[in-house]
């Protein structure tokens, strides 16, 4: 049997007492039918999240998610794990707010440990203008429910001794605290998604990549893939980086650009850094991995690509701000670095919408900040898919906002060309 049984304190004990024989794959292996009621593309976080809640939740019987890879081999075993809800606008505050309350009843609900690891995620700012900003984003976050605190200098110097307060540039004044912020273990989350969403009858089908979608009379009827058609009454996209690919094959243009991200690595250290920091003026994040890796990451490279590498002149950038902010790792060894596909929208917020084809839906644009959505994605998705209308808490992630310029949310204040920022 797969993904048999229930993980417990209990049963560690005694497969460990027994030479560990009983553990099971932790999901099928199946062959594709050849139809389906729901086709969802993309065996990342999102599209394992979505067939998870369509299960789950909206009691739907045949599903697949179909994955060209294998499945978390996506951004989604890239990311620099950081969840967190301290958004300022509308939209997006609410969404990343219902996100946040599912992250934390994640691991109970899939019984799989995520490590999901609420250790406090802090942005400093470096002058009265980001101090500003960051007290109107405080009031906003608080005002939604969530969880904000400002910390000035003095403060912060007990808490964060490790970093440059008096950087000549940029000097640290303060930071916003978002307590119930932190990280998860980012393939966990695609496993255990994985693994509850196989228990209840969905086909994860791996090696299985979508080269075509059939549309007749304006609706979509099936996928051609590298394992052959399979029908299907509905269609959803969740394939991230490859998102504008994978909708043109139903005709579509997406106002999406693709462009790499890189993240890094330190060798293990003692434990220095706490909480997830993020340094204003270089958009760098850093925390340390419960292996000690210190793990971080900067900008977007700044060129469109589907190469899930990066260059080097952001690797020079990232290793300057890092040593700005926090000199004592200048010793460090870096272990690794890696790039993932982002799909870039132009103002930086995510497509919970159905497309302009009958029976297909598009989940997209998450930027370099889907992680942290994980859970809500694939919950509003899934109401979308399954209800034919927007959860409350995803209804202005919307596609035509872009053909509009109405409800564009602009969360960094950088226009509505957030892919030049
Ligand atoms: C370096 C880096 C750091 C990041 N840091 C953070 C962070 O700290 N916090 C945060 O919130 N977010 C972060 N992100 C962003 C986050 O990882 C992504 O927004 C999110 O993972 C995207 O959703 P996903 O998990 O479903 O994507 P993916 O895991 O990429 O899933 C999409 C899947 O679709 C599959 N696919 C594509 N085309 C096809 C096809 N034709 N047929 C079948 N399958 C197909 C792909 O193989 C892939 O497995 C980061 C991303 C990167 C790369």
Redesign the pocket.
Known sequence: MFGSGRFSGLRVLKEGLTGNKGWTPHWRDPEPKSEYDVII???????LATAYYLAQEFGLKNIAV????YL????????????RANYGLEGNSQFYSHSLKLWEQMEQDLNYNAMMSQRGIINLFHNDGQRDASIRRANAIVNQGDDAEIIYRDDLKKLLPYLNFDNNRFPIMGGLMHWRGGTARHDAVAWGYARAADQLGVDLIQN????GIDVEGGKVTGVQTSRGPIKAKKIGL?????SS??AAMAGLTLPLESHV???FVTEGLKPIIDHVVTFAEGHL?ISQSDKGGLVF?SYIDYYSSYAARGNLPMVEHTMETLVAMVPSVAKARLLRS???I?DMSFDGSPIIDKAPVEGLYLNCG?????????PASGHTFAHLVALDRPHAAAEKMRLDRFRTGRGIMDEEGTGAQHNLH
């Open positions: 593309v993309g065996g990342g976080g999102h599209g179909l994955e060209k890879g978390g081999g996506g951004n989604v075993g890239r990311n620099t794990t950081i969840v299985c990549e979508v080269t969740a394939a991230a980086g490859r690919q994978v991200l890189q993240a994040y990451g890696w790039g993932g982002m998450w930027n370099y900040g889907g992680f942290k959505a994980t």
